[in-house]
């Protein structure tokens, strides 16, 4: 297999004129969104190329502190984007989503460097970091679906949660149905994209092994062990901090003390 390939940083800058392309239809349809571009361009070069030259100091230290600081760090920083997407305050919020991400997270990594990978050492940066990085990632979006399914649910649904009260249901068990179908529907995109995987796309890991000169059968096996952690991760992350959301903002009379923005 052939060795991964650099790129020198002038055919990088070649290669973004492409950009030319969505800003010229930005400019044909009107879209308004010129300014857009660019800033998200930017940050995501400027955060990329900071990301990069800390990983380099984070993979030459390979310290088992600074590797959970960083996971904590990115799990914080998830945890914000989830909130500010999904349009939820963060004060009575935060702490559920990012224990949820965390508890999901923990036993995982363990079983993935300890029994699967075992690098050397097990808590090796080069794994310990791109692995979290990418279950944290891919938990987002779910986490996402999920908050503004059920709390858009609790707001169009009043009628229907407040009958189940007048019956004597319990908060909780009378939100259970909102719950039931924010989890469906968070679950959606995982199970589509793992029943095509293979067939419709390749998968982002098993195509950055591929291109480092990892055989194909390795990078599959890569692969499949990471959308099966992901799997399992969000739907703990999921489960976790719906119950605890449900604790903190349903109040003993069933008032929901938060809604979206």
Not at 56 to 63: A, P, R, W
Not at 136 to 154: D, E, K, P, Y
Not at 215 to 239: D, G, N, R, W
Request: proline content about 5%; aromatic content about 8%; some cysteine.
């Amino acid at each position: 297999m052939q060795e991964s390939i650099d790129i020198s940083w002038a055919l990088l800058l070649l290669f973004s004129l492409t950009l030319c392309v969505p800003l010229y239809i930005n400019q044909r349809f009107q879209l308004g969104l010129a300014k857009d571009v660019g800033i998200s361009v930017v940050r995501m070069s400027v955060q990329l190329i900071l990301v990069g030259v800390y990983l380099e100091f984070v993979f030459k230290l390979n310290s088992l502190t600074l590797n959970v600081v960083w996971v904590l760090i990115m799990a914080g920083i998830g945890t914000s984007a989830i909130l500010d997407k999904a349009k939820l305050p963060a004060k009575p919020l935060f702490s559920s989503i990012l224990t949820g991400l965390v508890v999901g997270l923990s036993p995982l990594i363990a079983i993935l460097c300890v029994v699967i990978v075992q690098p050397e050492p097990v808590y090796s940066s080069q794994y310990v970091i791109p692995l979290s990085g990418m279950l944290i990632g891919n938990s987002m979006h779910a986490n996402i679906v999920m908050l503004q399914n059920l709390f858009t649910s609790f707001k169009e649904r009043e009628g229907e949660y407040h009958a189940a009260l007048s019956l004597g249901a319990s908060p909780t068990y009378a939100s259970m149905p909102f719950v039931r179908a924010a989890m469906q529907k968070a679950w959606s995109p995982i199970l589509a994209s793992m029943a095509t995987t293979g067939l419709v796309t390749l998968p982002g890991m098993m195509t950055g092994q591929i291109l480092g000169g990892a055989s194909p059968l390795v990078a599959i096996k890569y692969q499949l062990i990471i959308l099966l952690a992901i799997f399992v991760m969000l739907t703990i992350s999921l489960s976790l901090s719906t119950m605890m959301i449900l604790r903190r903002v349903l109040t003993k009379e069933g008032r929901v003390l938060v809604s979206i923005e």
